[in-house]
T-cell receptor
Framework: GQNIDQPTEMTATEGAIVQINCTYQ??????LFWYQQHAGEAPTFLSY??LDGLEEKGRFSSFLSRSKGYSYLLLKELQMKDSASYLCAVKDSNYQLIWGAGTKLIIKP | DAMVIQNPRYQVTQFGKPVTLSCSQTLNHNVMYWYQQKSSQAPKLLFH???????NEADTPDNFQSRRPNTSFCFLDIRSPGLGDAAMYLCATSRVEGIGSETQYFGPGTRLLVL
């Protein structure tokens, strides 16, 4: 079966750095997405990785290792507005998006 | 601003009473998706349209139907809602299918409550 694993919940302090991990087992791979979802709102696109390595976009960076079936989202200089769920999703060989359940990130002052 | 719009944002219905959720988009995207998302769970794809070509997921109950009368609009019909159908329903669009980098854009969702 296809599977995406992420921690259920993480807590971090305002101004700090946090790394949210995602491991996947899918039939084929056509890229990995990270989405941010605030409570009661729609997911919004953060990043896309298809090649190994780190992609940096402002305070957010996303890393991919295809051989390990592993990605992480790195958030720097955390702000209270970063409190949200972060969903990892992988496109399989049929270009279907396989979603993780998301990691709820709680930011404390 | 180009966007995906869902109405209503909150819908209350009675057990067994048919309900329709609507989605419209100004992005002129070819593909429209309907997802069901329950609290702290992954979004679950119900079905999607590529233009007028309808694609039903194998495990989507028959209770859920969809219509796409034109490029801009898509509807989700729940024929006989049960208590287990209470969830957030998300509509999303993408320009095309079959491209790895193609991003899905989501509407704000409709939260359905079944009494």
């Amino acid at each position: 079966g296809q599977n995406i694993d992420q921690p259920t919940e993480m807590t971090a302090t305002e101004g700090a750095i946090v790394q949210i991990n995602c491991t996947y087992q899918t039939s084929g791979f056509n890229g990995l997405f990270w989405y941010q979802q605030h409570a009661g709102e729609a997911p919004t696109f953060l990043s896309y990785n298809v090649l190994d390595g780190l992609e940096e976009k402002g305070r957010f960076s996303s890393f991919l290792s295809r051989s390990k079936g592993y990605s992480y989202l790195l958030l720097k200089e955390l702000q209270m507005k970063d409190s949200a769920s972060y969903l990892c999703a992988v496109k399989d060989s049929n270009y279907q998006l396989i979603w993780g359940a998301g990691t709820k990130l709680i930011i404390k002052p | 601003d180009a966007m995906v719009i869902q109405n209503p944002r909150y819908q209350v219905t009675q057990f067994g009473k048919p309900v329709t959720l609507s989605c419209s988009q100004t992005l002129n995207h070819n593909v429209m998706y309907w997802y069901q998302q329950k609290s702290s769970q992954a979004p679950k794809l119900l079905f999607h349209y590529y233009d007028k070509d309808f694609n039903n997921e194998a495990d989507t109950p028959d209770n859920f139907q969809s219509r796409r009368p034109n490029t801009s609009f898509c509807f989700l019909d729940i024929r006989s809602p049960g208590l287990g159908d209470a969830a957030m329903y998300l509509c999303a669009t993408s320009r095309v299918e079959g491209i790895g980098s193609e991003t899905q854009y989501f509407g704000p969702g409709t939260r359905l409550l079944v009494l």
